[in-house]
């Protein structure tokens, strides 16, 4: 079940307060381990790992807002869908300055095999030569691999089957596929892709295609009704967790006080071994 969160102006962790503060610290805020462990469970711990280690590894994700990226991974988390990018199920990309929940193509499927309506689906890259004929009104397509001319894509195929015998098979050429991009993605730049569309824009074209197909045509189980709602949606200004106000202004005031404190123990820590290193220099001109 989708569970929404968002965190009010008299809850406990203002936005615009801690957005500097990294991740590393806002999963160890009471409420967000609070959060975690009613959604995830026994799962909180390691999906809060995943974070810190997904931010650690992406530079861009260290730019933004850091409580938007607690806002975005809820979204995967909710929805029961791992964030590591390497697995296609989840991203969290970055888009003026905020993190921003994108499901792949790998999280459709998974959402669908969950709702138990679905006896078969696959989407496939379609290569130059590989496609032998394609009729849009009876949805005929005649796809043959093995007579692959050359590497260029031109294509992608998307097909299910119900447990009750309704299938769909659709064909997107690569310059629908593009077309769309432009039109509906706002994080994928316009004319050329930028993004997660750069650097995996086939995987990013088989999403396209499956989660066309299946918001049309397809049974929607709640998540995937969730899934719909959030992919690429901006965070909003806040996440609803409840709190008195007075514990809450405590808390936060009490979080950014020990996030600052640690900032100037370490300065003061850089500026001690300086103040030692110089010495030591001064020392060894006197010999």
């Known amino acids: 079940m989708y569970v929404r969160y968002t965190i009010r102006k008299e809850g406990i962790l203002m936005t615009n307060d801690l957005a500097r503060i990294p991740v590393k610290t806002l999963v160890k805020q009471d409420k967000i381990k609070e959060m975690l462990t009613e959604t995830l469970k026994g799962r909180a711990t390691q999906f809060a790992t995943s974070i810190i280690n997904i931010v650690n590894n992406d530079r861009a994700l260290q730019g933004v807002n850091q409580m938007s990226v607690i ?25 003026k300055g905020q993190a921003q929940a994108q499901i792949g193509y790998k999280g459709y499927i998974q959402l669908a095999q969950r709702t138990g309506q679905y006896k078969a689906m696959n989407t496939v890259v379609v290569h130059e030569g590989e496609l032998i004929s394609w009729n849009p009104l009876s949805e005929e397509v005649e796809f043959d691999p093995t007579k692959r001319t050359s590497d260029e894509v031109i294509g992608y195929v998307g097909y299910f089957r119900l447990v ?3 299938e769909k098979t659709v064909y997107w050429t690569r310059e629908q596929i593009d077309q769309h991009r432009q039109r509906f993605s706002k994080m994928s730049g316009k004319s050329e ?18 989660r066309n197909m299946l918001s049309k045509w397809g049974p929607l189980s709640i998540d995937m009704q969730e899934a719909l709602k959030h992919d690429e949606q901006e965070p909003t200004e806040h996440l609803d967790i409840e709190a008195e106000e007075e514990v809450a202004s405590e808390t936060t005031d009490s979080l950014i006080a020990d996030f600052n404190k640690s900032q100037q123990e370490g300065a003061k820590d850089d500026d001690a071994s300086t103040n030692k ?7 060894g001109e006197l010999l």
Not at 197 to 206: I, V
Request: glycine share 6%; hydrophobic share 45%.
């Open 277 to 283: 290193e110089s010495e030591e220099a001064k020392q």
């Open 193 to 210: 892709p930028s993004g997660v569309w750069k650097t995996d824009f086939d995987a990013m074209a088989l999403k396209t295609v499956i």
């Open 71 to 95: 806002q975005s991974a809820m979204v995967a988390a909710t929805l029961n869908l791992p964030i590591d990018k390497n697995l296609g199920y989840m991203w969290l990309v970055p888009y």
């Open 164 to 166: 009750n015998g309704f």
